[in-house]
């Protein structure tokens, strides 16, 4: 019932505050097709994403777990024609279909999707000296979020904004003792945050067709 009145809720988000996009709507459908987990940030959370870039006219954005590519383009929608948007993934499904969606949308050029590991890609990306990132979304394994992060701190510079998803984890993120990996890896991450004076940050719960989640808004300081 609950999740019910959050699902319309998000519709109504959708159908009144957002403009009609076909490319995202067919990457949305491409990634059904080929049976991606419907595990994509939802429409208003890919839009407060775009947002975000937008407002904070990012040029360069990294981006942790590509998926079907949704994330990413809403991003790269936000970008200058001179932006680019790096996307890092592993698994062949995802990476055959996100190549899909970033030509039939028109992405290609401003979308690069590296493929690997991701942990090791971000640290080719640091032994190669990779031009520091405005704005980087964390989105892929929740367990390594914490070595993701220091990956990204050093692919960082004053001001770059790094959005982590799902750190809310239906009010999980709230027990120290859990079993769970992805909970232990939101926390540890957080505990990284806490103690790096490079860092200011907040979390945001988030409701909606996805349930109780959040993300983890974090800042490196001027
Ligand atoms: C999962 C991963 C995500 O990034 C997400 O937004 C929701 C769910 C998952 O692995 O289950
Ligand atoms: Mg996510």
């Not at 698994?91 to 996100?98: E, K, L, Q």
């Amino acid at each position: 019932m609950t999740e019910d009145l959050w699902t319309k809720v998000d519709e109504y988000i959708t159908e009144t505050l957002h403009e009609d996009d076909p490319n995202l709507e067919h990457v949305l459908k491409n990634s059904g097709e080929a049976r991606l987990p419907p595990i994509n940030v939802s429409k208003p959370i890919g839009r407060f994403l775009y947002m975000l870039v937008k407002t904070s006219g990012a040029v360069r954005v990294l981006e942790i777990g590509t998926l079907g590519g949704y994330s990413a383009v809403c991003m790269a929608k936000a970008l200058p024609e001179s932006g680019r948007l790096i996307t890092l993934d592993n698994n062949p499904v995802c990476i055959r279909v996100a190549r899909k969606n970033f030509r039939d949308t028109g992405f290609e050029n401003i979308i690069e999707l590296r493929e690997g590991e991701a942990l090791d890609t971000l640290a080719a990306m640091n032994a190669t000296g990779e031009t520091p990132f405005d704005f980087i979304f964390l989105d892929a394994n929740k367990p390594d979020y914490p070595d993701y992060l220091e990956h990204c701190l050093k692919l960082s510079k004053p001001g770059t904004v790094i959005l982590a998803d799902n750190t809310v984890r239906g009010g999980d993120v709230l027990n120290a003792d859990s079993d769970d990996y992805s909970v232990q890896g939101v926390r540890r991450m957080h505990e990284i945050i806490k103690n790096d004076p490079r860092l200011e940050a907040t979390a945001i719960q988030t409701v909606g067709e996805k349930g109780h989640d959040g993300f983890t808004l974090a800042r490196v300081k001027d």
